[in-house]
């Protein structure tokens, strides 16, 4: 409710980076998820039965490299915007501040990610994938030579979250999730009304103004 409903003590500049903030962060875990639900259900393809299987095999992991780019993208986009807002003394960014292995490793996958295209151009392919994957031991995720553990990236998830989370004292940032789904929102309105007696003469009250 604080990212739509005015207050009076938040300018409109902070109401607009808190906002972006937002919009990235839940961007980078709604890919996050993306991306590990597409390993769990390829992890589920060997419990499939052999009938199922004659039928053909699915491979869900294809996708992995969609959904893993765009959570990286939208995760380093918000690491930049907060480490810019801790030195203005916007916001504290504490936690994230402390992850400097990760935030390197993040910011190196996220240039390669850039220049990609340019190098692809000038066959200059190198070693490794050319796309986002997981790693051979299944612990993380590899582009070219540069990897990054899955561990790191939750944690630099997490620690975005919960310095973000301090930008709005009512949330508690340790409260049970919820389904995901379309945003919903509602209003209560309760109206009052009051009868008035007349006097003893039998008059109604005359109104005042």
Same mark, same amino acid.
């Given at each position: $409710?604080?990212?739509?409903?005015?207050?009076?003590?938040?300018?409109?500049?902070?109401?607009?980076?808190?906002?972006?903030? $937002?919009?990235?962060?839940?961007?980078?875990?709604?890919?996050?998820?993306?991306?590990?639900?597409?390993?769990?259900?390829? =992890?589920?393809?060997?419990?499939?039965?052999?009938?199922?299987?004659?039928?053909?095999?699915?491979?869900?992991? =294809?996708?992995? /490299?969609?959904?893993?780019?765009?959570?990286?993208?939208?995760?380093?986009?918000?690491?930049?915007?907060?480490?810019?807002? @801790?030195?203005?003394?916007?916001?504290?960014?504490?936690?994230?501040?402390?992850?400097?292995?990760?935030?390197?490793?993040?910011?190196?996958?996220?240039?390669?990610?850039?220049?990609?295209?340019?190098?692809?151009?000038?066959?200059?392919? /190198?070693? /490794?994938?050319?796309?986002?994957?997981?790693?051979?031991?299944?612990?993380?995720?590899?582009?070219?030579? =540069?990897?990054?553990?899955? @561990?790191?990236?939750?944690?630099?998830?997490?620690?975005?979250?919960?310095?973000?989370?301090?930008?709005?004292?009512?949330?508690?940032?340790?409260?049970?999730?919820?389904?995901?789904?379309?945003?919903? $929102?509602?209003?209560?309105?309760? $109206?009052?009304?009051?009868?008035?007696?007349?006097?003893?003469?039998?008059?109604?009250?005359?109104?005042?103004?």
């Amino acid at each position: $409710m604080n990212t739509f409903v005015l207050e009076p003590d938040v300018s409109t500049e902070k109401r607009k980076w808190r906002i972006w903030l $937002m919009h990235c962060l839940v961007k980078t875990a709604r890919h996050y998820t993306a991306s590990r639900n597409l390993v769990l259900a390829q =992890l589920g393809e060997s419990t499939r039965s052999a009938v199922e299987l004659a039928q053909g095999r699915q491979l869900p992991l =294809l996708d992995f /490299g969609f959904e893993m780019e765009d959570c990286i993208t939208s995760l380093e986009k918000a690491v930049v915007c907060i480490k810019a807002l @801790s030195r203005g003394s916007e916001i504290s960014a504490t936690r994230t501040l402390k992850l400097n292995d990760e935030m390197q490793a993040l910011n190196a996958l996220r240039r390669q990610q850039e220049h990609m295209h340019t190098q692809i151009a000038a066959g200059q392919t /190198g070693n /490794g994938p050319i796309i986002v994957t997981v790693t051979n031991d299944n612990d993380g995720i590899q582009l070219r030579n =540069l990897t990054m553990s899955f @561990s790191a990236i939750y944690r630099l998830v997490d620690a975005l979250y919960r310095d973000i989370a301090t930008l709005f004292p009512a949330h508690d940032p340790d409260s049970p999730a919820q389904s995901g789904g379309i945003p919903k $929102m509602s209003m209560a309105v309760t $109206m009052e009304v009051r009868h008035q007696s007349a006097d003893a003469s039998g008059a109604a009250p005359k109104s005042v103004d």
